[in-house]
């Protein structure tokens, strides 16, 4: 087995939303999980800050030698994966808003960070797509609900988003990955719409890009690190992949982390 890892990359828990695709295919690499959570949310922070933060992180990530990074984040995709493709030489894969499946139905709804929906690249994709009736909305604390586990909290932002439009949805593109995590909740909410995101396309074109191969999950190394509190973590795992695990807290600055997949 290759010691270079694939790493999914999150300011949060956003990213199981890929990853838990990503360990449906049985692949035979090891995966580093990283959880930026000492940042969380991305979506409240300055690009500036962000384009500065992602550049340490990578770093950190470039000692590994990974097989290739998903930065299983719409904000941060949005902001820096130009930058960081160019920086770096390893493959870097980030998460489109879902403009173009949307463009086929009206009318829709796309759900997203302000900062994700302010950006260039969401500006470029409406503008190339041009969906008809279409609709957003820039949930500042959805995110951020998902990350704590408030489900009274998630259902009552979800409820204000449809109390937003009268309109009956077609579609809803989830454009920020912790959305797909509570996805029961949203289509108890949106009933009568296609909810679209884009984790099976993104491990798609992972494992077409990579030439990835399969074997039996029993031999699968994952490791989870986070920036924060390694408890909590570890409760969110639980609650979210149903998955019993002792998270490492890291230090960008330490080493420690080469001997992960030695």
């Not at 999980?33 to 922070?45: R, T, V």
């Not at 969906?131 to 995110?143: D, E, G, I, M, V």
């Not at 949805?169 to 454009?175: H, K, R, T, Y």
């Not at 924060?228 to 969110?236: A, I, K, M, P, V």
Request: with cysteine.
């Amino acid at each position: 087995m290759s010691t270079k890892p694939l790493i999914i990359f999150d300011s949060g828990i956003g990213g199981l939303s890929i990853l838990k695709v990503l360990l449906s295919q049985s692949i035979s690499y090891p995966i580093l999980y990283f959880a930026d959570q000492a940042y969380f949310p991305y979506g409240s922070k300055s690009p500036r800050l962000l384009k500065h933060r992602l550049l340490k992180i990578f770093h950190w990530f470039a000692q590994l030698k990974p097989l290739g990074v998903v930065v299983a984040c719409n904000t941060a995709t949005a902001i820096s994966l130009d930058a960081l493709r160019h920086r770096f030489s390893f493959p870097i894969f980030g998460i489109e808003p879902v403009i173009k499946p949307l463009s086929k139905f009206q009318p829709t709804l796309l759900l997203a960070t302000p900062v994700t929906l302010q950006s260039s690249r969401t500006k470029a994709l409406i503008k190339r797509y041009q969906p008809r009736q279409f609709y957003y909305y820039p949930s500042k604390h959805l995110a951020s609900y998902i990350e704590t586990m408030s489900v009274s909290k998630i259902k009552a932002e979800l409820l204000k988003i449809k109390d937003n439009y009268d309109l009956q949805f077609q579609a809803i593109g989830l454009s920020c990955t912790h959305y797909p995590l509570v996805k029961p909740l949203i289509v108890q909410t949106f009933s009568s719409a296609t909810i679209i995101e884009p984790s099976l396309a993104v491990v798609k074109h992972l494992i077409k890009t990579l030439s990835l191969t399969y074997t039996s999950l029993l031999s699968q190394q994952l490791v989870w690190v986070t920036t924060g509190d390694t408890y909590f973590f570890s409760q969110q795992l639980r609650y979210y992949l149903q998955i019993s695990a002792k998270p490492l807290k890291i230090d960008l600055e330490s080493k420690d982390h080469l001997q992960l997949f030695s």
